[in-house]
């Protein structure tokens, strides 16, 4: 009789329609010492009407000395690729808590990829979490961050934007930035852009030191804060872009960067001249904007520098140096687009 006969069709319809055929079929290719992708090839060709990872999850079962007269699955029965498409799903709240089942479980999730667009972190008078879509609120910071350093542990862990908002009492700061540094000092964190609220410098390098792949770094800060430590580390010298609030003092280390926007207090004219000449050697910085909270310090600048427009020796650029409503900007242009 012809394959594709009407009774072979219908055959094929009554083993596929009976899950003890369907197992006894599965039961026969594990005997012919075949992988299970060969058996299911096989399988699929002559019969159909099954899953891969269902057929997977029966013939390693079957291969493995299980009977099938338990018909019903535990969920430690689940082939590890089907436990981390699982793991993919979950939101990070209940991976947080499904990682602490058992320590095979802790093994799957741990070696999951995790990949996050926004992650933020909100300490002042209210105070919460958020990843991506799922947002949770916590009544003290405690908890808070013992959740975040969970995440942060995960190897495979990315996240593309990093917030992180603290309005820190003189009673807290303290221990809530060793916690913060504690979390973050457990794993080399791919993080892309850094954006972090805060006017205790000790936070910044709490977080700072501990991300890789960084390209962006901003700090929201009223009062100044020194950036000499900051400008030896790494992660400075990888960023692309630079926002600061306020600094006290000389910014320096700056070359690298591509644009940068700084609040200076209590510059200089001789530092001025040294981030002029920072900006002008540099091959990458294409934006520096440098704001003074000191008016009677700006007006004297202005004073003593004029607007203008010079091409960089040994270069086809030109540096305009313009003034803006509380600050100068220097830019480069090329002379063939430069009007």
């Known amino acids: 009789m012809a394959p594709g006969s009407s009774s072979t069709s219908s055959l094929k319809n009554q083993i596929i329609g009976n899950l003890r055929d369907v ?11 075949k992988t ?8 699929s ?11 997977d999850f029966w013939f390693h079962r079957f291969r493995n000395g299980y009977p099938d007269e338990r018909v019903t699955t535990e969920f430690s029965d689940l082939p590890e690729e089907l436990v981390m498409k699982i793991v993919d799903d979950l939101k990070w709240k209940e991976k947080s808590s499904f990682r602490k089942v058992c320590r095979s479980i802790r093994f799957i999730v741990d070696s999951s990829a ?3 667009k926004h992650v933020s972190l909100t300490v002042a008078d209210t105070i919460q979490m958020s990843f991506d879509d799922q947002t949770v609120a916590y009544e003290n910071w405690e908890p808070a961050l013992e959740d975040l350093a969970v995440v942060l542990k995960l190897p495979k862990l990315k996240i593309e934007n990093l917030w992180i908002d603290l309005d820190l009492t003189m009673e807290n700061r303290k221990a809530v930035v060793r916690s913060l540094k504690n979390g973050f000092e457990s ?26 792949n960084l390209e962006s770094i901003e ?6 804060i020194l950036t000499d430590k900051m400008c030896l580390l790494e ?29 200076l207090e209590n510059v200089l004219i001789g530092n001025f001249y040294e981030l002029k000449e920072a900006f002008t050697s540099s091959q990458t910085l294409e934006y520096l904007c440098v704001n003074f909270d000191n008016f009677f310090r700006f007006h004297h600048l202005q004073t003593a520098i004029s607007p203008s427009r010079t091409p960089i020796p040994d270069t086809n650029l030109i540096l305009v140096i313009e003034y803006e409503r509380d600050g100068i900007v220097f830019r480069k242009f090329h002379q063939s687009n430069y009007i």
């Open 23 to 33: 197992l006894t079929c599965i039961k026969y290719e594990v005997l012919q010492g």
């Open 36 to 43: 299970v992708d060969e058996a299911y090839k096989t399988f």
């Open 45 to 55: 060709t002559a019969l159909g009407g099954i899953e891969y990872r269902e057929f």
């Open 114 to 116: 995790h990949f996050y």
């Open 187 to 212: 794993n080399q964190i791919h993080v892309k852009n850094l954006s972090i609220t805060t006017e205790y410098q000790k936070a910044v390098l709490a977080v700072l030191p501990y991300l890789k």
């Open 219 to 224: 700090i929201d800060n009223d009062n100044p």
């Open 235 to 263: 992660q400075w010298q990888q960023a692309k872009t630079l926002k600061i609030g306020r600094v006290e003092g000389a910014i320096s280390n700056i070359g690298h960067f591509n644009r940068i926007t700084v609040t």
